[in-house]
């Protein structure tokens, strides 16, 4: 992929080479990048949705494609969020003004009808709390905006628990021994700094415990992963379905998987667990025809 110069302010866009310059990309901030496939391409449909990628800590583009491809694909529009460690770290200042950047975006005349389908990896997870207060103090009815989002896709999410140990593997993935003594520093900073960081994160973390967005959803963790820990995951499912009455959660459960890298250790379990839950849908239904998904298949392998 080549970027295309546009303006000295410059938001960059490009059009992907797959299918022949079917896709395009603009970046808007730092922080947000829009994907759309070219209206040429596109089947009208009054209720395509906007995908929402949320993505785990130091994603690297080529891996955050492999999961735009399957939604662009489908038609729709993806708008991929990724933070850095210091807005991850200093919330207000950081992870909040970035939801509320998400927030003004789908909120624009050419969004603002259309569905959302969530997908939260890793810290994503978190985020998603941060964006779901923001959208509900931006509703001038309530459930305007929250009603909105048509499902939801946690990908190994780390509750607060978990977030010393996911920051630290994110930023040193292959140093296990800074990784422990970054994760001790960063518990240590958790303990210190209430007002600017830990409240945030703990409110954060009840907005997880008890999601006012009743959709569907699908999450999918790892009994092996200390970040996105399973018995976490499991707390806030059995919360969902029995506290909150939720009948519309499904899991996805591997045995052993390195974190947010479960699509890559169990691939073909992972896409059929994937496309089995989107076709529930009323909107991707019949989307994925055999030779079509053979073609996302395949650009999940290169």
């Known amino acids: 992929m080549q970027y295309k110069s546009l303006t000295a302010s410059a938001i960059r866009s490009y059009a992907t080479k797959l299918d022949s310059q079917k896709y395009q990309r603009t970046i808007i901030d730092p922080n947000l990048t829009f994907e759309s496939t070219n209206p040429q ?3 009208d449909h009054p209720r395509r949705p906007l995908v929402l990628i949320l993505s785990w800590l130091a994603a690297k583009k080529q891996h955050i494609d492999k999961f735009s491809n399957i939604y662009l694909r489908s038609g729709c529009d993806v708008l991929v969020v990724k933070l850095h460690t210091t ?3 200093l919330p207000k200042t950081g992870a909040q003004v970035v939801a509320q950047n998400v927030v003004n975006f789908i909120q624009k005349e050419q969004f603002r009808e259309r569905p959302l389908l969530v997908c939260g990896f890793s810290t994503g997870g978190y985020f998603y709390s941060e964006l779901i207060q923001k959208m509900q103090a931006a509703e001038k009815v309530k459930g305007e905006i929250t009603n909105r989002i048509m499902a939801q896709i946690y990908d190994s999410v780390a509750d607060m628990p978990s977030i010393p140990q996911g920051i630290s593997k994110a930023l040193l993935q292959h140093d296990s021994l800074s990784q422990r003594a970054m994760s001790k520093c960063l518990q240590t900073y958790l303990n210190v700094m209430e007002r600017p960081a830990t ?4 409110r954060g973390s009840k907005v997880f415990h008890n999601n006012p967005v009743n959709a569907p959803s699908l999450f999918i963790y790892s009994k092996s992963d200390p970040v996105g820990c399973y ?4 707390m806030v499912i059995k919360n969902l379905r029995t506290k909150l009455g939720y009948d519309n959660i499904d899991t996805k459960v591997f045995d052993k998987s390195p ?4 699509m890559y250790k169990h691939q073909e379990e992972y896409l059929a667990t994937l496309k089995w839950f989107l076709e529930k849908l009323d ?10 998904w053979g073609r996302i298949i395949r650009v999940m392998k290169e």
């Open 41 to 43: 391409y596109v089947m």
């Open 87 to 89: 807005q991850l770290l």
């Open 199 to 202: 409240q945030h994160y703990r």
């Open 231 to 234: 018995r976490q995951n499991e």
């Open 259 to 262: 974190h947010v890298s479960h």
């Open 283 to 292: 909107y991707f239904r019949d989307r994925f025809e055999d030779e079509e």
